[in-house]
């Protein structure tokens, strides 16, 4: 995408959020909008990856200028709340505990997927949008002129999918069970 398109979409993309509901906006509804607006295909992978980075900053801007607004109604100084130390401290101790969880940076793929976990150095789950559907995938990648693309070899389950196979893991695991035990 040249400059003069990416800065098209980027203001698209920040008109569209401002105007909208942030409990109820998701990154798919804002692309396809832009999309439509400006008549360019945003669900190619590097679209999708610049809309992603977007949407992400004005979140963090959000978050900011609501941290900022928070101080100014609290006086700065005289704060009845807690002193920014054990803020600081009970922020750390949040930090911790999503790491602990898995949590951390998130970590996207050459096409903008959400990578879950790396089950070894060629597969991978992800978390991807297809049609307005949420995919989990697992999947082989194999490189091609240096980007990570996925193979045909791997499965794409819709979140209904993926919520029974979920519910099938136990006696899944107790017949492997049972056939390492009946060697």
Known sequence: MDEATKKKVEVTVLEILRGSDMESVTEYKVRKAAADRLGIDLSLPDRKLFVRGVVEEYLRSLSSQEEAEAEEEQGGAGRESKDKEQEEEEEEEDEEEEEGKGGGKREYDDQGDLILCRLSNKRRVTLSEFKG?????????????????PSSKGISMTMEQWEAFCNAVPAIEDAIKKLEDSD
């Open 133 to 149: 559907r949420s995919l989990v995938s697992i999947r082989e990648f194999y490189v091609k002129d240096g980007k990570e693309m």
